[in-house]
Nanobody, 126 residues
Framework: QVRLVESGGGLVQAGGSLRLACAAS????????MAWFRQAPGQEREFVAA????????NNAGSVEGRFTISTDSAKNTVYLQMNRLKPEDTAVYYC???????????????????WGQGTHVTVAS
């Protein structure tokens, strides 16, 4: 059974950085797309970034382009989201998601993903 556990959230000042981690277990993830989504209070879940574990190809939301970077560590079965130059509007619960795929590029729609973590809170103070 696939299990995703996020960590690394917290409180940070605007302009600061955080690195989120998603520890994945229960499968061999070489053929999986891994993604980060976020959900702010009263808002719908939105796409942040995704990576195809096999091809390394990524997709990023325009709102985080140039500030956030998604990466994987196969030895640790972990996906990271490095978040730099954080803004108050980045405040949300961040979720890790996984989906088996044969496509080169990872999908960006939440409905495409089959497995989800419990989320980690990120608060950016102004």
């Amino acid at each position: 059974q696939v299990r995703l556990v996020e960590s690394g959230g917290g409180l940070v000042q605007a302009g600061g950085s955080l690195r989120l981690a998603c520890a994945a277990s229960g499968r061999t993830f070489a053929r999986y797309a891994m993604a980060w989504f976020r959900q702010a209070p009263g808002q719908e879940r939105e796409f942040v970034a995704a990576i195809n574990w096999n091809t390394g190809r990524t997709n990023n939301a325009g709102s985080v382009e140039g500030r956030f970077t998604i990466s994987t560590d196969s030895a640790k079965n972990t996906v990271y989201l490095q978040m730099n130059r954080l803004k108050p509007e980045d405040t949300a619960v961040y979720y890790c998601a996984a989906k088996f795929t044969l496509e080169a590029y990872p999908p960006t729609a939440p409905l495409e993903y089959d497995y989800w973590g419990q989320g980690t809170h990120v608060t950016v103070a102004s």
